[in-house]
């Protein structure tokens, strides 16, 4: 008898093929809206696995009413989305996609902190709006990007990818994270320094670092006022990792330049946000992984890590260790 597996939006039909040639797949229709709660939670009591996605909130709950649930497949890099501790306690597996989307979403930083720093999105705005008029000296004028100081607050996989796009505009390149890495110091050209530190001498300060209670609000009022008047903020990690309040009342008054937000802590975003109000802010709708082969390559490897789990392979998958 086929093992069982529920996916909580509608895949592409090359992934659909792929799983329902080994499992009995049942999947919620839609692709854009999240699988109603009271749906998740009757599909699960039955499944041998679940493959989601990080607008889907798999907590204790979900666990309790799965009673034969082996394995959690999330299509995404982050899993905070899903109660680790939970999973652990009832013996199921969790599978993750790290590395896939490295490169997308260092391209999509980079290309957040340009768009920021030039005000492209407003300059194309006031073309489109019929609001271009003669030119002047300091018409649109953004900040230079080109030798700047960048700060990396999170030194990992897309970090890293990061301070190589940084490099090629000969920025200066500081970082912080919890622990130091004087080999990727020497191979990389950057320096370390602490949170204070950077947030003083950065021009750009960009946050890479996944999200935890420990980093809750991380970029508050007290870190705002400590950046350059001329400083932008570029967050396309989690949005729970900055203060929201704080960071439009700063935005508002001039304590930094700019912000590029890629991520809000609630998502989808409320068009009512202060942030999204603000001309200084250039917002996107979490795309940090949104190239076709990027998506793609997440999918895939989350059905890889569902696959292995399900066949009794769990050493080939990527899963969470407790």
């Known amino acids: 008898m086929k093992q069982t597996v529920y996916v909580t939006?509608?895949?592409?039909?090359?992934?659909?093929?792929?799983?329902?040639?080994q499992y009995e797949v049942r999947m919620w229709g839609e692709e854009e809206t999240p699988v109603p709660r009271e749906i998740l939670l009757k599909e699960v009591a039955d499944?041998?696995?679940?493959?989601?996605?990080?607008?889907?909130?798999?907590?204790?709950?979900?666990?309790?009413?799965?009673?034969?649930?082996?394995?959690?497949?999330?299509?995404?890099?982050?899993?905070?989305?899903?109660?680790?501790?939970?999973?652990?306690e009832k013996g199921v597996k969790v599978g993750y996609t790290p590395g896939v989307?490295?490169?997308?979403?260092?391209?999509?930083?980079?290309?957040?902190?340009?768009?920021?720093?030039?005000?492209?999105v407003e300059a194309s705005d006031i073309l489109h709006n019929g609001k271009w008029g003669s030119w002047s000296l300091m018409q649109?004028?953004?900040?230079?990007?080109?030798?700047?100081?960048?700060?990396?607050?999170?030194?990992?996989?897309?970090?890293?990818?990061?301070?190589?796009?940084a490099k090629g505009f000969d920025m200066k390149v500081l970082y912080h994270s919890r622990t130091r890495k004087p080999e990727k110091e020497a191979e990389l050209g950057i320096e370390y320094t602490d949170l204070k530190g950077l947030l003083q001498q950065s021009d750009y300060v960009c946050l890479m670092l996944p999200y935890s209670a420990e980093v809750h609000h991380l970029i508050g009022k007290e870190e705002l006022a400590l950046m350059k008047k001329n400083a932008i903020l570029i967050n396309t990690a989690r949005g729970g990792i900055v203060d929201e309040d704080a960071?439009?009342?700063?935005?508002?008054?001039?304590?930094?330049?700019?912000?590029?937000?890629?991520?809000?802590?609630?998502?989808?975003?409320?068009?009512?946000?202060p942030l999204l109000t603000l001309p200084n802010v250039v917002a996107l709708p979490h795309i940090g992984s949104a190239s076709v082969q990027t998506r793609l390559g997440m999918a895939h490897m989350a059905a890889d890590n569902l696959i292995h789990v399900l066949n009794g392979n769990v050493g080939k998958a990527n899963v969470v260790g407790i």
């Open 247 to 273: 960071l439009s009342d700063a935005l508002k008054n001039g304590v930094i330049w700019g912000a590029g937000l890629d991520v809000f802590e609630q998502e989808p975003v409320s068009l009512y946000n």
């Open 9 to 21: 939006k509608k895949l592409p039909e090359e992934l659909y093929r792929r799983l329902s040639s």
């Open 140 to 165: 649109m004028t953004g900040q230079d990007i080109y030798g700047a100081t960048i700060g990396i607050i999170g030194l990992g996989r897309i970090g890293e990818a990061l301070v190589k796009r």
């Open 101 to 120: 989307l490295t490169e997308t979403t260092a391209d999509l930083t980079f290309a957040l902190l340009m768009a920021t720093a030039r005000r492209v």
């Open 47 to 88: 499944v041998d696995g679940l493959y989601c996605f990080i607008t889907d909130t798999i907590d204790k709950e979900v666990f309790e009413r799965a009673k034969k649930l082996k394995m959690v497949s999330t299509c995404s890099v982050g899993y905070n989305h899903i109660d680790v501790q939970a999973a652990a």
